[in-house]
């Protein structure tokens, strides 16, 4: 297996950890699981269909999913 992912969990973690202890809490934990589940579908969308190369599939899958979850929350007002 590769150290990658277990990089990017630590790295994570880390982040969390800093931004908790700077005050700033993120947003509730379901908002949170849909941004990613919806980010990694889009990502593998992309990938799939050959629309771009896994790296880049992969940023514009969590910028969409970001945009669109922006849109959700802001115009319709319903919480995820």
Do not use: H, K, Q
Request: glycine fraction near 10%.
């Amino acid at each position: 297996m590769d150290d990658g992912p277990l990089i990017g969990l630590g790295l994570g973690f880390l982040v969390w950890l800093v931004i908790w202890r700077a005050g700033i809490r993120p947003r509730p934990a379901r908002e949170s699981l849909a941004f990613v589940a919806l980010g990694l579908a889009l990502s593998l969308l992309l990938r799939v269909l050959g629309i771009f190369n896994p790296s880049t599939s992969v940023v514009v899958g969590f910028v969409a999913a970001a945009i669109a979850l922006t849109l959700w929350t802001r115009f319709w007002r319903v919480p995820i």
